[in-house]
């Protein structure tokens, strides 16, 4: 089958330069190319379609293959693989009147998003297209920066500026290769390609906190977890898929509002689940649905596949706050009795869902000048959800009156009430200088932000705020 894509490089009002035209034929396709490193995907490649460039149009390119394969782009070498992700996108994202080799269009079943038919990055082509025309200097950068990817003061708002836009997926692919996950599980690069890449759109880039860079902020936490002596000697590969995974698609299609808010608005999630870790759930099967519709696993028998599919919705509900006094008191009974086992299959999956736990709520032990972003993000979507609700005369839900209520005094309420006892037990597990740096900043950052609370308000209001309503159903507090 003769398959027509048209790849949009350009802004609407910029003509296709000229050293992109010099190299006018010199995309390659290949059944076993890799994207994300390895080989020298050129030396594998072989020519099985071309490229051609119509004058009267200026704004794509299109190119033609021959059935599904892999390809590189000799041109695009010098735009570095980091922004491949893109190149991959746009052929893999036909226009209307093209077919799909996989039969199929976009469809994001109860996606918040799912009213946007076409691709984000065709209905707002000149934001995006003049990616891979980049400084090559950023995208140097980038891969430099993610030669320290194991750091903890690895600064993810600069890197989601060096890719512009692209931490999510350019993070997640590196990590991939860098555990070598694509050849332990035999993933089709260009299916993972289009998975990472759907993930990262279904991510509400307009929402405050809850986007894409959280989520390539936790996996990179993630990252740094796995790495820990005591999880790096015992994982097995299926464990770090998963937590990779489970990091990277923890809050997948977040609406920027909280679980009562879908509650009290009569959300269909909310009845569809049960009032019951209504965003989880819907976290968990958005990334169950993106998996099979880009046909990551569907090489691995059903079994195993299902299995994995299991063991994602199990790490990602662990990030259900209002859950986090069940989980600890689980961990700090293992860590009283000295009895995790990590040969346990089950003790490995507690460990990675308190892993991931510990990832998702990160940010105030980051350094300050990261960890004071974050918050000013956090407050900023609670604020803007008070907002609607006052607008619909609906009751502002706690910590998200911007009339009263205070980033700093957030900030040392949340500390003192969800992050500190989950932190203290993490360190006890893990007793690393990882462990100790990160209460160690957010010892400092509590300080930082105690300094500017207003001593008005009493904590007994905050505890309440944390531990009945807004997070947790059960007092945290030892
Ligand atoms: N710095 C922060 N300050 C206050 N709340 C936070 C902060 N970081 C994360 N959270 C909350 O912790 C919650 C963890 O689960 P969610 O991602 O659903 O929603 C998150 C926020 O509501």
């Not at 690069?189 to 759907?198: E, G, N, P």
């Not at 989880?280 to 169950?288: K, L, M, T």
Request: glycine content about 4%.
């Amino acid at each position: 089958m003769e398959v027509c894509y048209q790849l949009p490089v350009l802004p609407l009002d910029r003509p296709v330069p000229k050293h992109v035209l010099s190299r006018r034929g010199a995309i390659s396709f290949s059944s076993t190319s890799s994207l994300f490193g390895g080989p020298d995907p050129r030396k594998l490649s072989q020519r099985r379609g071309g490229i051609s460039y119509d004058s009267a149009d200026q704004t794509a390119l299109y190119i033609r293959m021959l059935g599904t394969y892999s390809v590189c782009c000799g041109w695009l070498d010098t735009c570095l693989y980091l922004q491949c992700i893109y190149i991959d996108l746009w052929l893999f994202t036909p226009s209307t009147e093209s077919v799909s080799p996989w039969g199929c269009r976009c469809c994001r079943p109860l996606s918040f998003q799912r009213r946007l038919a076409v691709s984000p990055s065709l209905l707002c082509p000149s934001s995006r297209l003049t990616l891979c025309f980049l400084d090559d200097d950023y995208a140097g950068q980038a891969k430099c920066m993610l030669r320290k990817v194991g750091s903890w003061d690895f600064d993810i708002f600069l890197f989601d500026r060096l890719t512009n836009g692209n931490s999510l997926a350019t993070l997640t692919a590196h990590l991939f290769n860098q555990y070598g996950l694509i050849e332990l599980f035999q993933l089709d690069v260009i299916k993972l390609y289009r998975f990472l890449v759907l993930i990262q759109e279904d991510y509400h880039s307009h929402n405050p906190y809850h986007n894409a860079v959280h989520a390539a902020d936790v996996t990179q936490a993630m990252y740094c977890y796995l790495q820990e002596p005591q999880l790096s000697s015992s994982l097995t590969s299926c464990d770090i898929l998963l937590g990779i995974l489970a990091a990277a698609t923890h809050d997948l299609d977040h609406p920027g509002v909280n679980q009562s808010f879908l509650i009290k608005t009569n959300h269909h999630l909310a009845s569809l689940y049960q009032n019951t870790s209504v965003l989880e759930n819907h976290h968990w099967r958005s990334a169950v649905g993106l998996l099979r519709q880009a046909g990551l696993l569907e090489h691995l028998p059903v079994e195993d596949r299902s299995n994995l599919e299991m063991r994602l919705g199990s790490l990602i509900l662990a990030t259900d706050i209002s859950r986090q006094n069940e989980y600890l008191s689980q961990f700090r009974s293992h860590l009283d009795q000295d009895d995790l086992n990590l040969q346990n299959s089950a003790h490995r999956h507690l460990v990675l869902q308190m892993a991931l736990k510990c990832a998702d709520i990160c940010n105030p032990c980051r350094p300050w000048e990261l960890s004071k972003q974050w918050s000013g993000k956090v407050t900023e979507e609670f604020f803007n959800q008070g907002d609607i609700e006052k607008k619909h005369g609906l009751e502002v839900s706690p910590l998200c009156d911007r009339q009263l209520d205070t980033v700093p005094n957030i900030q040392t309420g949340f500390i003192s009430y969800v992050v500190e006892p989950l932190f203290t037990e993490w360190r006890r597990f893990c007793s690393t200088p990882l462990s100790h740096t990160m209460l160690s900043h957010l010892g400092l950052n509590k300080a930082h932000w105690r300094e500017e609370s207003d001593p008005s308000i009493s904590h007994a209001a905050f505890e309440d705020s944390f531990s009945l309503v807004h997070f947790i159903d059960v007092p945290l507090r030892i």
